[in-house]
């Protein structure tokens, strides 16, 4: 802390040093304990905005292999009611891994492929041309199934 007082380090090089801190530092069990920041994070998860993935520096092999148990037990209690009660039981949300850059990139190709697909069509519908919206179903030009010998 002196060197930030000095100023040979920024408040942001000294932010992102403690962010990197351990799970099991003693600054991360402090900020556990804090009720004020236990108030305000119980703030946030009243705006139903979603947590953040875990990041990658966290992440482990030992880490993944729990994660992928407890989705199983999770898919298996949600099996487990399921069978025993005659409505039908929310469906299991995965608990959350890192997402990496690969992954980020492959989703911003769908989404440009999306919003290409839905611009095209809208364009078609704009000046007049037909699209899938408008074809209906007829009985006469449906495929049979090829037969067995």
């Given at each position: 802390m002196l060197d930030l007082w000095r100023g040979t380090l920024s408040p942001r090089t000294v932010l992102n040093l403690i962010d990197r801190l351990p799970r099991d530092s003693h600054y991360v069990?402090?900020?556990?304990?804090?009720?004020d920041?236990?108030?305000?994070?119980?703030?946030?998860?009243?705006?139903?905005?979603?947590?953040?993935?875990?990041p990658m520096t966290d992440?482990?092999?030992?880490?993944?292999t729990l994660t992928l148990i407890a989705d199983r037990l999770g898919e298996l209690l949600t099996l487990t009611a399921a069978a025993n009660s005659k409505k039908k039981p929310p469906s299991y949300k995965p608990l959350?891994?890192?997402?990496?850059?690969?992954?980020?990139?492959?989703r911003r190709r769908r989404e440009r492929k999306y919003e290409l697909v839905t611009t095209a069509?809208?364009?078609?519908a704009a000046q007049g041309?037909?699209?899938m919206d408008?074809?209906?179903?007829?009985?006469t030009h449906t495929a049979a199934p090829p037969k067995r010998r």
């Open positions: 069990a402090a900020m556990a304990d804090d009720d920041l236990a108030d305000q994070l119980a703030a946030r998860e009243d705006d139903k905005t979603p947590a953040p993935p875990p992440w482990s092999a030992d880490q993944a959350p891994r890192p997402v990496t850059a690969a992954q980020r990139a492959k069509l809208a364009t078609a041309r037909p699209s408008s074809v209906t179903a007829d009985p």
